[in-house]
């Protein structure tokens, strides 16, 4: 049996800090790990700068809430989960993301989580389990699923490596030549096209 | 992080092949393991008497397209879904549940599939792997997820007895006479009860 697992920002939703940055008007909310590689010491800064500013989990999920999904996402969504399985893996945390899957018909999300306190202040962040998309991926191979993999960029490529099959989805062009050997689509039509002869028996 | 799986037929949906066999009136298919224990033998029967009364997958399908999930259902599961990710793990065929999990919102569906061939002809049933509730509940701990699951029979005993936490929902007396240990919830309020308590922090 074939299942589908897929990143979730940039395929079907927003990047959702860099809109969170955009939407509060602060600037260093924009730092990705192309600014500071160390994802720790990144996620450790950004939750710093939520404190200095006073912002508690209602006031980004508010925030989070004025997003939509990309255009088009919930009909491709709709068509895939009428032909197989999907289960979205991502490394946002699920309070974040809750709105906006709410959006999506709350397809399943295996993610990380947030500590907040009694006041709604986020205290730390707890990733689940490292390499959680490869680790999925392998999970569902465990239980006999022939596993169909797509996602974007560079943290789906131990994802889409681990797939029985797996593909881009608008990728930027550096991945796209860091990783000539992955078949590339483009938009949603090309996305259910793949898809319709991957699922093909 | 917290991970709720759920059984399907009983809890969300009606039995399926009970209401296959009333909608089409051949009383045969109500065979259940309880008429013959042996689940290879009885699904052959089943597959044999399908083909002597020339039902082909479509017939089944837009039978069963007539079903409706279990009254409450949907509200309940859509309640699950904007707090916890939610899995079913069922034993039915998703050739079978589909035109049922349309009407319940395409939640993720782990189960096991048919062999049809280009006329529709159902010519086999492929176990996707034996024991697979339990399975599953095992590898999403192995994914670092405390598992919450329910469900409301035998088959989901071991499912219940892996995860984290366990509890029947609406199950027959036999059942919750044979496992007086196993927490018992009898309608969708009672249910929503229960998982408030255990999946609050």
């Not at 979730?8 to 955009?22: C, D, K, R, S, T």
């Not at 893996?89 to 959006?103: G, V, W």
């Not at 699923?145 to 930027?172: L, R």
Request: proline share 4%; net charge negative.
């Amino acid at each position: 049996m074939k299942m589908v697992v897929a990143d979730l920002e940039g395929v079907f939703l927003p990047e959702i800090w860099i809109n969170v940055a955009q939407k509060t008007g602060i600037e260093e909310l924009k730092l990705t790990t192309r600014d500071i590689s160390d994802y720790d010491v990144l996620m450790t800064r950004r939750l710093a700068i939520l404190k200095e500013n006073h912002l508690k989990i209602q006031d980004i999920q508010e925030v989070i809430a004025t997003l939509d999904p990309l255009p088009g996402a919930e009909q491709a969504l709709d068509w895939i989960r009428s032909r197989s399985q999907i289960i979205v893996l991502s490394d946002t945390f699920e309070e974040f993301a809750k709105p906006l899957m709410a959006k999506l018909g709350f397809p399943t999300l295996l993610c990380h989580s947030l500590t907040i306190d009694a006041q709604g202040n986020i205290t730390n962040y707890n990733l689940r389990i490292g390499n959680q998309k490869k680790k999925a991926v392998q999970a569902f191979q465990g239980l006999n699923f022939h596993v169909i993999a797509f996602g974007d960029s560079y943290n789906d490529i131990a994802m889409i490596q681990a797939a029985d099959q797996g593909f881009f989805f608008k990728p930027p062009e550096t991945v796209v030549t860091d990783f000539p050997d992955i078949q590339v689509t483009r938009d949603y039509e090309e996305l259910k096209a793949m898809l319709h002869g991957l699922l093909s028996p």
